[in-house]
Structure formats: C-alpha cells, structure tokens
C-alpha cells in the first residue's frame, strides 16, 4: 500500500498537533508528538558539506538508510 502525501495549512497542522497532544495525555498511543507536527509548518533546509567534509560522505545510498531506519522501527514497535 502506497500512501499519498497530502498538504496541509499550518492552522489546521496546529490544531491536529494540539489534539495530538491532548490524546497523548491520556495515553492514547499515538506514533508522533505535537511538537514534530509544528515544526512540520516550518521550512528547514539543512547543507551537509560541513558534517561531509569532517565525518566522509556516507557509504550508504539514501534508499538503503531509509528502508533500513524504516525496518528498524517496525521491528521495534514504533510503527
């Protein structure tokens, strides 16, 4: 199953953030923080070349690291 991105205004991404929040006050197991979705609202664009140029480029393609991350966590129970 593939799932669609859809957008979304920021109002309506604060509004679920402080839902989400309310639910996770009352334990309901929910996989993500209101906090994550407010900054969801934000343009953050982050540049590499610093970490490359101190740490090498890394040896793994961005499809394995994904797949891998995304396994992780399914094996862990956070998805």
């Known amino acids: 199953m593939h799932m669609r991105a ?39 664009v982050f540049n590499c070349q610093k970490s490359w140029k101190e740490l090498g480029e890394p040896r793994i393609d961005i499809q394995t690291s994904l797949r891998e991350t995304y396994m992780w966590y399914k094996a862990h129970g956070d998805l």
């Not at 957008?7 to 604060?14: D, G, N, Q, S």
């Not at 006050?25 to 996989?31: A, D, N, T």
């Open 6 to 44: 859809i957008p979304l205004p920021a109002p309506v991404i604060y509004l679920v953030a402080w839902v989400v929040d309310i639910l996770r006050r009352f334990g309901v197991p929910i996989p993500i923080e209101g906090n994550q979705l407010r900054l969801s609202t934000r343009m953050m």
